[in-house]
């Protein structure tokens, strides 16, 4: 089956078997092997992705959703200005995720800075698909309120700017 | 690595007699709606059926439809469970909200919707059990003399003699209306994990009115995914003819007759499976009779 669809900010069209999973995809098809995980479908949490922005886990994505869509990886995702604010909300909290979660929880964090959610209930309950023990609650909740206020203070910059 | 091994084809059609022409032409075809159960099966991929044909419902618009009065909600059967959750969480009936809340992130609820959840093959998640519970109807779509049909039925009504849902052949539940409960009592409760660990997992959904320590219209239905619901109206008329506060004769009589059901039911259940679903019924008949003393002490 062909697929088209745009993966790291590259249009691409795939010939795939169409129930592939999306985490397999990256590693096979991308050679993204290092930033995300292909658990056979255990809902480990570590191959997450953002699929037109909002964080999904790629192992449960098959290959004939993705068409027309967009996938980003962490490995592009953390060349953006969206993760440098992430990046500087963990400095203002002092504490940053391990290595082997970091990714997943950096696109976790994204996913709810940009719907601005502050919920301390949803922020654990979409964290708590991450199972490694590395960050606390409290922490990753002042992550996001963090990250929603430098996100906020950007986007005004730019408004004012333009 | 797998390509071209078994690549299954995929139809998605963008309404319902769309969906009535292509099972016509492929009567074997799987249904795929959210897809979090059939990925999340360790042989999901690659495919081992060759030429096998999947009908995605994603792209029909009429089972992505929400309404309510004020009588009841009606979910279109590709409703995800998150939207569930941001359209209904302050009219929703409580053991309806507490099921989806215990799935847990917003990663899975996003994708799994409410129709996959109620006709998973071969599998039972915990929410065809609290629809029953709740007294949910479901349109179920099915093909006769080559014309899609629709009838609303209760979901007991598709419940079979293993405790299963089980749909009519190229059927599919494309509706499901929950009405707004005004039962004072409801509980749901699971124990364990049904993705990662089914053998071992239970849970229960119960809903009834309390008044003047007498239950009104009590349902209980017990869930355990690889085996079905156990849900029978003798239970629930059991419970009916009760009065609550229960001394400890009573409530381990009670808990007798629920366990020999399940356990006549369903002979195969684990170990833990049974303790857990003690456990549960205990909780349920404790939280009662905390009920029924406090609103006499109230009175």
Redesign the interface.
């Known amino acids: 089956?062909k697929i088209d669809c745009t993966i790291d900010g590259k249009t691409l069209t795939l010939?795939?078997?169409?129930?592939?999973?999306l985490s397999?995809i990256l590693r096979?098809n991308m050679g993204d092997d290092g930033a995300v995980n292909h658990c056979?479908?255990?809902?480990c949490?570590l191959c997450?992705v953002l699929v037109d922005g909002?964080?999904?886990?790629s192992?449960?994505?098959?290959a004939?959703?993705i068409r027309g869509k967009t996938v980003v990886t962490f490995d592009s995702f953390r060349k953006t200005r969206n993760m440098k604010d992430i990046e500087k909300a963990y400095e203002a909290a002092g504490r940053f995720p391990c290595s082997e979660c970091y990714a997943s929880r950096s696109l976790?964090f994204e996913s709810l800075i940009e719907e601005g959610i502050t919920d301390e209930e949803?922020i654990l309950?979409?964290?708590?698909?991450v199972r490694c023990p590395c960050m606390d609650p409290e922490d990753a909740i002042s992550i996001v309120r963090k990250g929603i206020e430098i996100r906020r203070k950007r986007n005004v910059r730019r408004t004012q700017l333009a | 690595m797998y390509e071209g091994l078994s690549s299954p084809n995929i139809h998605t059609p963008a309404n319902l007699s769309e969906y009535a022409s292509i099972i016509l032409h492929y009567p074997a075809s799987s249904l795929w709606a959210g897809g979090t159960f059939i990925m999340s099966r360790p042989d999901a991929y690659p495919s081992h059926r060759m030429n096998a044909e999947i009908i995605y419902l994603g792209e029909i618009e009429e089972m992505h439809r929400f309404q309510r009065n004020d009588r009841f909600a009606e979910f279109g059967a590709m409703v995800t469970l998150d939207e569930i959750m941001s359209t209904g969480k302050t009219v929703l009936p409580r053991a309806l909200i507490e099921n989806i809340q215990t799935i847990g992130s917003r990663l899975i609820t996003r994708r799994a919707t409410l129709g996959g959840a109620i006709a998973a093959k071969d599998f039972t998640t915990s929410f065809p059990g609290t629809l029953i519970a709740l007294d949910a109807t479901v349109e179920v779509r099915f093909m006769k003399k080559k014309r899609l049909h629709s009838r609303w039925m209760p979901l007991t009504r598709l419940l079979d003699r293993s405790g299963r849902i089980a749909l009519p052949p190229q059927g599919l539940i494309s509706r499901v209306r929950i009405a707004f409960s005004d039962k004072n009592c409801q509980f749901f409760s699971q124990a364990g994990s049904f993705m990662l660990a089914p053998e071992d997992s239970v849970s229960a959904a119960f809903t009834a009115s309390l008044d003047q320590d007498i239950l009104i219209n009590p349902k209980i239905a017990i869930t355990y995914p690889l085996h079905g619901i156990c849900y029978s109206r003798d239970i629930d008329s059991i419970f009916s003819s009760l009065r609550f506060p229960l001394d400890d004769d009573e409530e381990n009589t009670l808990e007798s007759m629920i366990f020999t059901f399940v356990e006549s039911s369903f002979p195969d259940i684990s170990p833990l499976q049974k303790t857990r679903t003690r456990g549960i019924m205990r909780s349920i008949i404790d939280t009662l009779n905390e009920r029924s003393l406090t609103s006499s002490e109230e009175e």
């Open positions: 089956m010939s795939l078997n169409s129930d592939k999973p397999l096979e056979n479908g255990e809902m949490g997450t909002k964080a999904m886990l192992c449960l994505v098959p004939f959703e976790i949803e309950k979409e964290l708590s698909i």
